[in-house]
């Protein structure tokens, strides 16, 4: 089993529509959970972070985070063609600071 | 603050060569890591340091591969000798005690 684990798409959505992404982790005592966007060519950037239980908003995202299922979610409301991009899931392990990705889900916001 | 800068950003080498990797992480950053990219593998940690000390290399691919970190701001990520194998992107990215980790702008090795 991977450590962190991801659809790799491609995930198509229409463009104003909700793109969901889930992210699923194997260590149950990971504590910081993040998501990176990733357009070709270009380095990870950080999108949404988020350390407790619950739903976090940030714009047109929304990170869900449920430590129980050990899965981890992004929303991105209104998707645009800008939102096109691989979005990686980043988790931190419970021990050390080791910070391990999942192989990133596609996405593709079409006109 | 500039963020983590990395350089080159691209390196042209001959299979043999040796290859030098460089880093500098975001200043009062305490964790830099080591990433590797590549289509078929996606983003791997090859390998982490916490106060300028090395916590975990097992993802260091083979014994070519070595990194050092002789202070808080600057580690060298080298491949010697460098194979064709070894083409991809090589990130180099820093956090603050488990925090949000920013990457730099990635060196594009190309091993011929």
């Known amino acids: 089993q991977k450590e962190v684990e991801q659809n790799s798409g491609p995930l198509s959505v229409p463009e104003g529509a909700i793109a969901s992404l889930n992210c699923t982790y194997s260590?149950?005592?990971?504590?910081?959970f993040f998501w990176y966007r990733q357009y070709s060519g270009k380095s990870p950037e950080l999108i949404m972070f988020?350390?407790?239980?619950g739903d976090k908003e940030d714009g047109r995202f929304t990170a869900q985070l449920n430590k129980a299922s050990q899965y981890v979610s992004l929303l991105i409301r209104d998707s645009q063609p800008s939102d096109s991009a691989t979005y990686l899931c980043?988790?931190?392990?419970?021990?050390?600071?080791?910070?391990?990705f999942g192989g990133g889900t596609r996405v593709l916001v079409k006109p | 603050d500039a963020g983590v800068i990395q350089s080159p950003r691209h390196e042209v080498t001959e299979m043999g060569q040796e290859v030098t990797l460089r880093c500098k992480p975001i200043?009062?950053?305490?964790?830099l890591f080591w990433y590797r990219q590549t289509m078929m593998r996606g983003l791997e940690l090859l390998i982490y340091f916490n106060n300028n000390v090395p916590i975990d290399d097992s993802g260091m691919p083979e014994d070519r591969f070595s990194a050092k970190m002789p202070n808080a701001s600057f580690s060298t990520l080298k491949i010697q000798p460098s194979e064709p194998r070894d083409s991809a992107v090589y990130f180099c990215?820093?956090?603050?005690?488990?925090?949000?980790?920013?990457f730099g702008q990635g060196t594009r090795l190309t091993v011929v």
């Open positions: 260590d149950r005592g990971s504590q910081s």
């Open positions: 988020i350390y407790s239980n």
């Open positions: 980043a988790v931190f392990k419970a021990a050390g600071n080791k910070l391990t």
């Open positions: 200043s009062g950053h305490n964790s």
């Open positions: 990215a820093s956090s603050q005690n488990r925090e949000k980790a920013f």
